[in-house]
T-cell receptor, first 112, second 114 residues
Framework: NAGVTQTPKFQVLKTGQSMTLQCAQD?????MSWYRQDPGMGLRLIHY???????DQGEVPNGYNVSRSTTEDFPLRLLSAAPSQTSVYFC???????????FGQGTRLTVV | AQSVTQLDSQVPVFEEAPVELRCNYS??????LFWYVQYPNQGLQLLLK??????LVESINGFEAEFNKSQTSFHLRKPSVHISDTAEYFC????????????FGQGTTLQVKP
C-alpha cells in the first residue's frame, strides 16, 4: 500500500489562479479530510468526507471546494487563489471502526 | 465545541533529560485523544492515542501520556530524550462519534540538544 498520496509536493501560484491539490489513498478508507497547517495555529480542518458522494465543511472552508466521486480520491480545489491561502496542506484518511487517521506528506503552497 | 491548547510552543531540552509536553482540552462530549509527531518536511504520524480504559498510554519509542479527566489534560512525557526525538508534536481531540474530524492544538516544537 502506498498510503495517502498527495500531489504536487510544492506549488507556487499567482493571486487569482486556480488549481487542484490531489489526494489519493489505496487503503479503502471511507473517511477523508483536508487540513491546512499554519505556524502557531496547528492544523485546521477545511473539508471532510465520510464516503463517496458525501462532503461537508470543516472549520475554515472559505475559498476551497471539494468533491468525492470515488472512495480513493478527494481533490481540493482553489478557485481563485489568495495570499492568505499560502500554507501547507495535508490530506488524511481513516477507516470505519478505527480511530487513527493517516496523513499524506503534505503540499506546500505559496500564493504570490 | 471542542478545543485544544498546547501550553508551550517550544521546549528545548538536553539529550537524555526528561521532558513533558503539555496539552489541555475542552469538550462537551466524550472524546478520543491523540498525540501526533511531525518530523521536518514530513507528514504527521500517530504517536499514541487514548480511547478508554487505562488512563496511561504508551508508545513503542518510550513516550507515554496520561489522560486526566478532572484536569482535562493529556500531557506527553518521556523519561530520557534522544536527538532523534527533535520534531513538532501535536495534541488532537476527536469526537467519540468517530467521524475522523480532529481538532489540533497549536503544536510544540521539541528541540533536543547534545
Amino acid at each position: 500500500n502506498a498510503g495517502v498520496t498527495q500531489t504536487p509536493k510544492f506549488q507556487v501560484l499567482k493571486t487569482g489562479q486556480s488549481m487542484t491539490l490531489q489526494c489519493a489513498q489505496d487503503m479503502n478508507h471511507e473517511y477523508m479530510s483536508w487540513y491546512r497547517q499554519d505556524p502557531g495555529m496547528g492544523l485546521r480542518l477545511i473539508h471532510y468526507s465520510v464516503g463517496a458522494g458525501i462532503t461537508d465543511q470543516g472549520e475554515v472552508p472559505n475559498g476551497y471546494n471539494v468533491s468525492r466521486s470515488t472512495t480513493e480520491d478527494f481533490p481540493l480545489r482553489l478557485l481563485s487563489a489568495a495570499p492568505s491561502q499560502t500554507s501547507v496542506y495535508f490530506c488524511a484518511s481513516k477507516i470505519t471502526g478505527r480511530t487513527e487517521a493517516f496523513f499524506g506528506q503534505g503540499t506546500r503552497l505559496t500564493v504570490v | 465545541a471542542q478545543s485544544v491548547t498546547q501550553l508551550d510552543s517550544q521546549v528545548p531540552v538536553f539529550e537524555e533529560a526528561p521532558v513533558e509536553l503539555r496539552c489541555n482540552y475542552s469538550s462537551s462530549v466524550s472524546v478520543y485523544l491523540f498525540w501526533y509527531v511531525q518530523y521536518p518536511n514530513q507528514g504527521l504520524q500517530l504517536l499514541l492515542k487514548y480511547l478508554s480504559g487505562s488512563t496511561l498510554v504508551e508508545s513503542i519509542n518510550g513516550f507515554e501520556a496520561e489522560f486526566n479527566k478532572s484536569q482535562t489534560s493529556f500531557h506527553l512525557r518521556k523519561p530520557s530524550v534522544h536527538i532523534s526525538d527533535t520534531a513538532e508534536y501535536f495534541c488532537a481531540v476527536g469526537s467519540s462519534s468517530n467521524t475522523g474530524k480532529l481538532i489540533f492544538g497549536q503544536g510544540t516544537t521539541l528541540q533536543v540538544k547534545p
